[in-house]
Structures are given as structure tokens and as C-alpha cells.
């Protein structure tokens, strides 16, 4: 089974670019979440979904921007990029909502903004 | 606002011993307090989950125990191997509402098992 696949695994983007990483889940999962994990600092929610076409902020937002046209993806775009948003990025679904279960994670995406 | 404190940050045990990882939190509504490994290079796996309505659950050589009143939650792992070697996250859902359950993660410990 595949469960959550990020893609890339490893990006390097000068200031002011834009990406998007991307993340897919084939477990049918309504649930999926973008964290942002930094050295020592465990792991803070940027963006959320409690299905398709329906999206909600996290601890920390600013920065990103997320959509959710179907059950299976949910990219996180990052414009205009900045330092401070080097970190790696873990997606991750459940089947019901994250304060109740289990969390499934991706490998993550590591991302340095030079 | 809430917060989840894990203590130690790094713990090194011999192969065979046992390691004690110790998170405390702030939220009186949290009811679910699950713990997750994370290996290098790998993203965080769940281990082991706690309710509020349960104060020690068991999973082989994996533990936990949930104290509510103090507010404070343990891992416990018995007869380390050198395959335990990870980050450990435990977290607690942030209650009352609002943001669909969200958890509140700790900065986790590095398990270092020397054989």
C-alpha cells in the first residue's frame, strides 16, 4: 500500500520563488494535514481538511496556501518563499478527525530557501 | 495558550534497560494522548495511544500511563534494542472545540540504545 506520498522529497528555492508540494493519500481518508516540522520544535499544523473543497488554518499559516478539489490530494503552495520557511514538510491523513486517531504521515519534504 | 512539555530531550540507554520519556500538558479538556516514533529520514508512526478514560495501556515491551489530575502522561519502553533508536513525539488534543480536534505536539526525545 502506498499510503501518503509527498512529492519532492528535496527542493532548494531562492527567495521570492513559488512551489508546490504536493501530496496524495489512497487510503480514502477525509482528513489530511500539512505540518512543518523545525529542528527541536516538534511539529506545528500549517493547514487542514475536513474534505473535499473544504480547507481551514492551522498554528501556522502565514505564507502558504492549500487546496482540496478531491479526497486523494492536498498540495500546499508557498509564494513568494522566504528563509524562514526552511524546514521539512510532513503531510499526513486519518480517518476521522486528528484528535481522536491515528495520523498517517508521508516521508516529508525537505525545502531550503536560499 | 495550550502547550505540551516533554522532558528529557535527548535520553541515551544501554541496550536491555529501560527509557521513561515524561510529557505534562495544559489543556483540562485534552482526552487523547497519543505517542509517535519517528526515524531518521522517515516521517512520525504512531506507537501507542491513551484516552482520558484510561489511566495505563500496554503494547509488549511499549507502555503509557495517563495521570489527569496532574496533567501528565509517560512512555515506557522495557528491554531497549538499538531498533528503538528514534525521535519520540507525544502530543495531547486540543479541547474545547474549534479546530477539529487538533493536537498539540512536544519537541520530542532522541532514544539513543547503545548495544
Known amino acids: 500500500n502506498a499510503g501518503v506520498t509527498q512529492t519532492p522529497k528535496f527542493r532548494i528555492l531562492k527567495i521570492g520563488q513559488s512551489m508546490t508540494l504536493q501530496c496524495a493519500q489512497d487510503m480514502n481518508h477525509n482528513y489530511m494535514y500539512w505540518y512543518r516540522q523545525d529542528p527541536g520544535m516538534g511539529l506545528k499544523l500549517i493547514y487542514y481538511?475536513?474534505?473535499?473543497?473544504?480547507?481551514d488554518k492551522g498554528e501556522v499559516p502565514n505564507g502558504y496556501n492549500v487546496s482540496r478539489s478531491t479526497t486523494e490530494d492536498f498540495p500546499l503552495r508557498l509564494e513568494l518563499a522566504a528563509p524562514s520557511q526552511t524546514s521539512v514538510y510532513f503531510c499526513?491523513?486519518?480517518?476521522?478527525?486528528?484528535?481522536?486517531?491515528?495520523?498517517?504521515f508521508g516521508e516529508g519534504s525537505r525545502l531550503t530557501v536560499l | 495558550g495550550e502547550n505540551v512539555e516533554q522532558h528529557p530531550s535527548t535520553l541515551s540507554v544501554q541496550e536491555g534497560d529501560s527509557a521513561v520519556i515524561k510529557c505534562t500538558y495544559s489543556d483540562s479538556a485534552s482526552n487523547y494522548f497519543p505517542w509517535y516514533k519517528q526515524e531518521l529520514g522517515k516521517g512520525p508512526q504512531l506507537i501507542i495511544d491513551?484516552?482520558?478514560?484510561?489511566g495505563e495501556k500496554k503494547d509488549q515491551r511499549i507502555a503509557v500511563t495517563l495521570n489527569k489530575t496532574a496533567k501528565h502522561f509517560s512512555l515506557h519502553i522495557t528491554e531497549t534494542q538499538p531498533e528503538d533508536s528514534a525521535v519520540y513525539f507525544c502530543?495531547?488534543?486540543?479541547?474545547?472545540?474549534?479546530?477539529?480536534?487538533?493536537?498539540?505536539f512536544g519537541k520530542g526525545t532522541k532514544l539513543s540504545v547503545k548495544p
Open positions: 481538511s475536513v474534505g473535499a473543497g473544504i480547507t
Open positions: 491513551i484516552r482520558s478514560n484510561v
Open positions: 499526513a491523513s486519518s480517518p476521522t478527525s486528528m484528535g481522536t486517531g491515528e495520523l498517517f
Open positions: 502530543a495531547a488534543s486540543r479541547g474545547g472545540g474549534g479546530s477539529q480536534g487538533n493536537l498539540i
